[in-house]
Nanobody, 125 residues
Framework: QVQLVESGGGSVQAGESLRLSCVAS????????MAWFRRGPGKGREFVAA????????SYEDSVKGRFTISRDNAKNAVYLQMNSLRSEDTAVYYC??????????????????WGQGIQVTVSS
């Protein structure tokens, strides 16, 4: 049974930082591209960032470029999202997702095979 478990969310003030973690089990982690998506209040699911299976390529949504960094540790079956200079518009439930490597564009949610339960990030201005 595949599980993706997110942690590290919470409530912060604008300008502060958070680091999200997602630990995977039940799959061969190095065979999967990994991504973070989010769903803000009253909004649809939005791509945030992705990293390919070996960590050598990343992709970011324009509004988070230069503020967020995605990384992975295949030895720990983990993917991370370092979020700096947080803004109120970053408030959302953040989801970790896994897609068989090389099978998609990285940015389309429907391509992903497995999802975490989501974790709340709230940024107050």
């Amino acid at each position: 049974q595949v599980q993706l478990v997110e942690s590290g969310g919470g409530s912060v003030q604008a300008g502060e930082s958070l680091r999200l973690s997602c630990v995977a089990s039940g799959l061969t982690f190095s065979r999967y591209d990994m991504a973070w998506f989010r769903r803000g209040p009253g909004k649809g699911r939005e791509f945030v960032a992705a990293v390919i299976w070996n960590g050598l390529r990343t992709s970011y949504e324009d509004s988070v470029k230069g503020r967020f960094t995605i990384s992975r540790d295949n030895a720990k079956n983990a993917v991370y999202l370092q979020m700096n200079s947080l803004r109120s518009e970053d408030t959302a439930v953040y989801y970790c997702a896994a897609d068989v490597r090389g099978s998609g564009t990285l940015v389309v949610a429907d391509e992903y095979d497995y999802w975490g339960q989501g974790i709340q990030v709230t940024v107050s201005s």
